[in-house]
């Protein structure tokens, strides 16, 4: 079946650190995968994607890594900010045009 | 930046009443989704929608949950007769293609008592 989830459910850091946060798919169908960031009282809001035909892609200080033979997805956000603490959650598609499967979520904590 | 917008932002309800979400999506998008977050939980998938139907739905999507697009700018998600475990946040999300990221709003917070 489909499952998305997370192999830490918290990550402290300190400012100005680079932080990697990470994800297991099990639906080996997924073709697209999305990171979004989630702070108190607010909707899911967009970071990055990446889809299955590509192992990387870059923003404005993250970074989406894809290892498709581990069926692994990472975030690495450079520099972490206060302004960065939230929860992250992983999306997958499972080659549905219709639905996005989330995984559980990690809270990013970031020191000052 | 065009944004989804959702009201009202808390609802409280009786268990047993009807509740309707309002979601206003993005004005050019045309694929439309609601999910649903219980406190503390992930995002779940609850229904999508596309050209005036629905493409897809979750088992949580059963028949006293419904959706409707009664006009060009607004998306809705009826729950004909509410139960305590409806109570979450509901979010209302849209995107122009279906391989591009969804937009999410704010969410309603519903609390049935």
């Known amino acids: 079946g489909e499952s998305v989830g997370l192999h830490l459910p918290t990550l402290s850091v300190q400012e100005g650190d680079n932080s990697i946060i990470n994800c297991a798919y099990s639906n080996s169908a997924s073709d697209y995968f999305i990171w979004y960031k989630q702070e108190s009282g607010k909707g899911p809001q967009f970071i990055i994607d990446?889809?299955?035909?590509?192992d990387k892609r870059q923003g404005q200080r993250v970074t989406v890594l894809l290892n498709k033979t581990v069926k692994h997805l990472s975030l690495q956000i450079a520099a972490t900010q206060p302004g960065d603490s939230a929860v992250y959650f992983c999306?997958?598609?499972?080659?549905?045009?219709?639905?996005?499967?989330f995984g559980k979520g990690t809270l990013l904590t970031v020191n000052p | 930046e065009p944004e989804v917008t959702q009201t009202p932002s808390h609802q409280v309800t009786q268990m047993g009443q009807e509740v309707i979400l309002r979601c206003v999506p993005i004005?050019?998008?045309?694929?439309f989704y609601w999910y649903r977050q219980i406190l503390g939980q992930k995002v779940e998938f609850l229904v999508s929608?596309?050209?005036?139907?629905?493409?897809?739905k979750s088992e949580i999507f059963d028949d006293q949950f419904s959706v409707e697009r009664p006009d060009g700018s607004n998306f809705t998600l009826k729950i004909r007769s509410t139960k305590l475990e409806d109570s979450a946040m509901y979010f209302c999300?849209?995107?122009?293609?279906?391989?591009?990221?969804?937009?999410f709003g704010d969410g309603t917070r519903l609390s049935i008592l």
């Open positions: 999300a849209s995107t122009g293609d279906s391989n591009q990221p969804q937009h």
């Open positions: 929608f596309y050209n005036n139907e629905i493409s897809e």
């Open positions: 990446i889809r299955s035909n590509m």
């Open positions: 999306a997958e598609n499972g080659r549905s045009n219709y639905k996005l499967t």
């Open positions: 004005s050019n998008h045309l694929y």
